[in-house]
């Protein structure tokens, strides 16, 4: 499926939707460029992992209304291709990899649903919802994984840090028990379906720039956004680590505010 990349013009000015002023979030870019694509205040992708109760409709909603105002445009993309995947991988059967995936992203879709209702965004507004699996044979994102997947094999670094993410995506669904070391290395599909997005969200959209975050820090984006290597983000791509404001998420970036203010 290809990316429409002609709904709404890149750098159109945000709706007028006011402010939550208690929905304030501190966001700390990792490099001056991140910044930079934060301030601009382009596009920024919200990804919701199965899973994950950080995510509570509350939360989300005052996510997406801050997202919203402080954004031209937003996109969230619920991973549901990863899920199948990483069931695969632990044994289970592909009847139940597939009815348990489509459970699971009905539920994150319409909690997603809800937090937009929530948080009174109109439906026909910037907000777009994905399926990664409606993306992955978008030309843009297809070439964007195919160099991830080489650098898999070529840097250490960015290998060790995907197999760290796929041994704690793999984890949760376990009961208690450690995924074996091939479930691990089978299982790193999963951070090479989001690893596009880390290195062109801009160019897989068709905007301007383009921000991705985590509400904690994730040593894969330490790794790409501040080393010179053969993978490296497009200068039209920034990240940050974006989390309610006073909620500690472990060591600092180098660059900190409170969002709350911007989105005013």
Known sequence: MRVDRSKRPPDAPPEAISSDPSGGFSVAP???????????GRHIVVGVSHG???FSVKLL??????SHVRFNRVDVI????????NLLVLGRSPEYAERKSRQETNAVRNRVTRALDAARIPAA???HVHLLSDLVDDPVYRTLRERAEAALHQDGEIRR???????????????GAAPTDDQVRAGMRYPLAELPFFLGSAEIFGVSSSLCFYHKPIP???????????LTPSPRQGYAVIRPAGR???????????????AN
């Not at 990792?30 to 930079?36: A, K, V």
């Open 30 to 40: 990792i490099t001056d460029n991140c910044r930079r694509v934060y301030e601009e």
């Open 52 to 54: 994950n109760s950080y």
């Open 61 to 66: 909603g005052s996510l997406l209304r801050w």
């Open 78 to 85: 619920i991973p549901d291709a990863a899920l199948r995947e």
């Open 125 to 127: 507004g910037a907000t």
């Open 161 to 175: 840090a995907c197999l760290r993410m796929s041994r704690l995506a793999l984890a949760k669904y376990v009961d």
């Open 220 to 230: 894969l984006a330490d790794i790409l956004f501040s080393r010179n290597a053969d």
């Open 248 to 262: 500690p998420a472990g060591p600092e970036s180098r660059f900190q505010e409170s969002a709350c203010t911007r």
